[in-house]
């Protein structure tokens, strides 16, 4: 069964960091575009940041330029998501998805969600 579980999100004072973690079972990630989304509570689901399968990395959101970054580690067939300089306005649930073997999708192609995991941003 193919499934995608999240983790890493807590509750973290402004300007602190996490790192997300998206970790896949079923499928190898090295053969999939991953992407990162996030929904706060009143708002409509937002993607953050998606990873080829060929390696090539798609900002779609300027609020987390240069503070926010996607990796994959083929060798724990995970991506993560890590975020530094965190904002208040970054609240939210934060997803990951998978679509096979394709560029970077629109979000209603993919085929894979995890469950998500909640930041806070808080002091």
């Known amino acids: 069964q193919l499934q995608l579980v999240e983790s890493g999100g807590g509750l973290v004072q402004p300007g602190g960091s996490l790192r997300l973690s998206c970790a896949a079972s079923?499928?190898?990630?090295?053969?999939?575009?991953i992407g990162w989304f996030r929904q706060a509570p009143g708002k409509e689901r937002e993607e953050v940041l998606c990873?080829?399968?060929?390696?090539?990395?798609?900002n779609y959101a300027d609020s987390v330029k240069g503070r926010f970054t996607i990796s994959r580690d083929s060798a724990k067939n995970t991506v993560y998501l890590q975020m530094n300089s965190l904002k208040p306005e970054d609240t939210a649930v934060y997803y990951c998805?998978?679509?096979?073997?394709?560029?970077?999708?629109?979000?209603?192609?993919?085929?894979?969600w995890g469950q998500g995991t909640q930041v806070t941003v808080s002091s």
């Open positions: 998805a998978a679509l096979y073997g394709h560029s970077c999708p629109i979000p209603s192609l993919y085929d894979y």
């Open positions: 990873i080829e399968n060929s390696g090539t990395i798609t």
């Open positions: 079923g499928f190898t990630v090295d053969y999939y575009s």
